[in-house]
């Protein structure tokens, strides 16, 4: 018995360190999953914040789309719950419903090929095993459902691909509907033509009844499916491995091209912490009051805002959050947009 229990710890060590050393070569995935065996005692006794409320800032309703701070979510469909134990891999207390509700305006999420060989798109995190948030057709329904109830909302859809085809993505948009009420840009503007003046005011897209935005990171064809369009050719982002309140940049750190200058695109500006353990990152959700926090100390979300605005000499379009429930981002958001 001792013996195995030795067997065991040994296997532990071995497996780990592997794990470790593949981490650290594949630069290109430095974000770790947590592996459900690693049974780690969480970092916070949950018992989450309910949601805050969006103050929307009426006068900018005239103006463009990109002139406006959205607060997004990180992993929109990967949610903690008392059902799956507060599972380390969610980085989310509440619904996709519920973070439009409150007043969530970007929804961020992981699309992968179902492991069970069906032809839908999963939404999962990292691994479909570790964290399944369900379909897209299923996050694309709770999506419509808030644009008819809301028709005065524009939504945008930030879609990580993690493999499956264009025309997949597609269908699922035809089969909601939802390519119906999608912003496509004219086609003079694709191909990374659209600056951020050529974005049109929210009480157009709302006349218009174009009020999904939606984003796929790659394998993006617009002249195929003119409504997903190419993330890169409209936005750029920030550094997304922040493992201390200290890291948080306002720097284009995505597309790779884009160095040393603010381009004339939409900002996505990531705001997240890691935690890890053993190098494995995972969500820190014990300091998400203060990373989600409106004031100005190091590592909080209103610091980091103030700080890209004075960059980029414009708001901020998206702050992109974990635990969007926690600290106070609709106070942040307010701030951007009223002043
Ligand atoms: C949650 O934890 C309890 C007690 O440890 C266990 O019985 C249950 O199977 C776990 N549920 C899930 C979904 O992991
Ligand atoms: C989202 O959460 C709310 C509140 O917990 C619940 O009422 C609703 O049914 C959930 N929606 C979905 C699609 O699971
Ligand atoms: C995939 O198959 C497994 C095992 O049969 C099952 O538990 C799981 O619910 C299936 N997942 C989906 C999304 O159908
Ligand atoms: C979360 O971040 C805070 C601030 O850096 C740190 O003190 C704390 O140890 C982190 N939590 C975990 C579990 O690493
Ligand atoms: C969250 O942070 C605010 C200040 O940013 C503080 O007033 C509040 O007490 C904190 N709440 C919790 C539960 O730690």
């Known amino acids: 018995m001792d013996f195995l229990n030795h067997c065991n710890m040994y296997l532990f060590i071995v497996l780990l360190f592997?794990?470790?050393?593949?981490?650290?070569?594949?630069q290109q995935l430095p974000i770790g999953p947590l592996p459900q065996w690693l049974s780690l005692q969480d970092d916070d006794d949950p018992d989450p914040k309910q949601p805050g409320s969006r103050i929307p800032v009426p006068a900018l309703y005239h103006k463009r789309y990109s002139e406006q701070t959205f607060i997004g979510t990180h992993d929109a469909v990967a949610i903690r719950t008392s059902d799956n134990n507060w599972s380390l891999s969610g980085n989310q207390y509440f619904n996709v419903s519920t973070q439009l509700k409150a007043g969530v305006r970007f929804i961020q999420a992981q699309g992968h090929n179902d492991p069970n060989g069906t032809s839908e798109i999963r939404m999962c995190h990292f691994n479909c095993a570790l964290m399944d948030g369900g379909s897209l057709i299923e996050l694309l329904t709770t999506v419509k459902l808030f644009l008819e109830e809301n028709p005065h909302e524009v939504v945008t859809l930030m879609l990580v691909n993690v493999g499956p085809p264009l025309e997949r993505w597609a269908r699922a948009f035809?089969?909601?509907?939802?390519?119906?009420?999608?912003?496509?840009?004219?086609?003079?503007?694709?191909y990374g033509n659209m600056k951020t003046g050529d974005w049109p005011t929210i009480a157009e897209m709302v006349s218009t009844n174009k009020r999904l935005v939606s984003f796929l990171d790659k394998g993006a064809d617009e002249s195929q499916v003119p409504f997903l369009l190419r993330e890169f050719n409209y936005m750029f982002e920030t550094t997304f491995t922040v493992d201390h309140p200290s890291q948080f940049s306002c720097e284009p750190s995505r597309p790779w091209y884009i160095y040393g200058y603010i381009p004339d695109r939409l900002s996505l500006v990531?705001?997240?912490?890691?935690?890890?353990?053993?190098?494995?990152?995972?969500?820190?959700?014990s300091y998400a009051n203060t990373t989600n926090g409106a004031g100005f100390r190091e590592g909080q979300l209103g610091e980091h805002a103030v700080r890209c605005r004075s960059l980029y000499e414009r708001r901020p379009?998206?702050?992109?959050?974990?635990?969007?429930?926690?600290?106070?981002?609709?106070?942040?958001?307010?701030?951007?947009?009223a002043y």
């Open 270 to 285: 990531n705001h997240f912490l890691y935690a890890s353990f053993l190098g494995f990152r995972y969500p820190n959700a």
């Open 317 to 337: 379009n998206y702050l992109l959050v974990d635990f969007f429930n926690e600290g106070d981002v609709f106070d942040v958001e307010y701030g951007m947009n």
């Open 174 to 190: 035809y089969d909601t509907g939802l390519d119906l009420l999608s912003y496509i840009p004219p086609p003079s503007k694709t």
């Open 18 to 26: 592997v794990c470790q050393c593949i981490a650290f070569q594949d």
